[in-house]
């Protein structure tokens, strides 16, 4: 009897079909690698091999079975992509990316305190005051404006 991975196919799981054996209805590997998924079984294969992934999976229960997949499929893509540190290396480089983001963010709330208290401080400068006359007398260039113009020809 072949297991599916949906009820309307006879097709063998990635898995068995890979390994080109029968596909049994307790085939621990069909939930987690359906057919129309190749590529999925085939990297974690060439990395993990096949005897490891059905040792894990009989390992952790049931419910954690579809994670523990997902974690291996996502490690199995970025070994194939970087051999040397996998998901490790991915890791890092969003890590550094994190912190250089950070210290711009750092760097713009910074900017941002100092306007603000620059806008502060200026719009709470009280006003300038007009300047003081001394006595109220003005003096111009007009003769007829001039307050001591009839004192000092007299």
Same mark, same amino acid.
């Given at each position: 009897?072949?297991?599916?991975?949906?009820?309307y196919s006879?097709?063998?799981?990635?898995?068995?079909?890979?390994?080109?054996?029968?596909?049994?209805?307790?085939?621990?590997?069909?939930?987690?690698?359906?057919?129309?998924?190749?590529?999925?079984?085939?990297?974690?294969?060439?990395?993990?091999?096949?005897?490891?992934?059905s040792k894990?999976?009989?390992?952790?229960?049931?419910?954690? *079975?579809?994670?523990?997949?997902?974690?291996? /499929?996502?490690?199995?893509? &970025? #070994?194939?992509?970087?051999?040397?540190?996998?998901? @490790?290396?991915?890791?890092?480089?969003?890590?550094?990316?994190?912190?250089?983001?950070?210290?711009?963010?750092?760097?713009?709330?910074?900017?941002?305190? *100092?306007?603000?208290?620059?806008?502060?401080? /200026?719009?709470?400068?009280? &006003? #300038?005051?007009?300047?003081?006359?001394?006595s109220g @007398?003005?003096?111009?260039?007009?003769?007829?404006?001039?307050?001591?113009?009839?004192?000092?020809?007299?």
């Amino acid at each position: 009897m072949a297991c599916s991975s949906s009820s309307y196919s006879n097709s063998p799981c990635a898995a068995c079909k890979f390994l080109r054996r029968k596909c049994l209805a307790e085939c621990i590997f069909a939930p987690y690698f359906p057919p129309e998924e190749p590529t999925k079984f085939t990297n974690v294969h060439k990395i993990f091999g096949a005897s490891n992934v059905s040792k894990i999976l009989n390992e952790v229960q049931p419910h954690q *079975r579809e994670d523990a997949v997902n974690s291996l /499929a996502y490690e199995a893509e &970025a #070994r194939m992509k970087d051999p040397v540190y996998g998901c @490790v290396g991915a890791i890092s480089v969003l890590q550094r990316h994190v912190l250089r983001l950070q210290k711009e963010l750092d760097a713009t709330n910074t900017d941002l305190v *100092r306007y603000s208290t620059a806008t502060a401080t /200026a719009t709470a400068r009280p &006003a #300038r005051r007009p300047p003081r006359h001394h006595s109220g @007398v003005y003096f111009t260039s007009n003769d007829h404006d001039h307050p001591y113009k009839d004192q000092e020809r007299e």
